[in-house]
């Protein structure tokens, strides 16, 4: 396997480099080489030692495996995520599909700013 990166390496420096003919070429040598199927061998030779992007700032020299992962922005702030953590606590931890029903309830009573029991206090300060 590590024999297999290292023709890939130092092929890929020439495949960059080289016309549309040559590239044909290296193509075939590096398919010879290594036993990889034609448009695998084109994908390695063209991503290996270009710039790949991770994440939102930080920037990776192209390696054979290392893929750029794609993240989700926050749905939530920490302020709402802590919030819902509170009332979920206080409805004693019950599970989505029923929190899900009666979530609009509790956030209209917790916004009205209803005075809890001394018993919901401390389950919420436990948590």
């Known amino acids: ?3 297999r990166r290292a023709v890939i390496r130092v092929q890929a ?4 480099k080289a016309r549309k ?9 590096v398919v010879k080489l290594t036993g990889y199927h034609r448009w695998y061998a084109v994908r390695l030779l063209a991503l290996q030692g270009k710039a790949v992007r991770v994440g939102r700032h930080q920037q990776l020299v192209g390696e054979l495996k290392v893929r750029a992962r794609r993240r989700r922005g926050r749905t ?3 302020a709402v995520v ?6 979920w606590v206080i409805l004693d931890g019950i599970c989505g599909k029923r929190l ?3 979530l609009p309830e509790a956030v209209r009573v ?8 001394s018993w919901t206090r401390r389950r ?4």
């Open 1 to 3: 396997m590590n024999e």
């Open 13 to 16: 420096l020439r495949y960059r």
């Open 21 to 29: 003919k040559e590239k044909g070429r290296i193509l075939d040598e």
């Open 76 to 78: 939530y702030t920490e």
């Open 82 to 87: 802590e919030k819902l953590r509170t009332i």
């Open 100 to 102: 899900v029903g009666i």
């Open 110 to 117: 917790c916004w009205r700013g209803i005075r809890r029991s």
């Open 124 to 127: 919420a300060r436990n948590c």
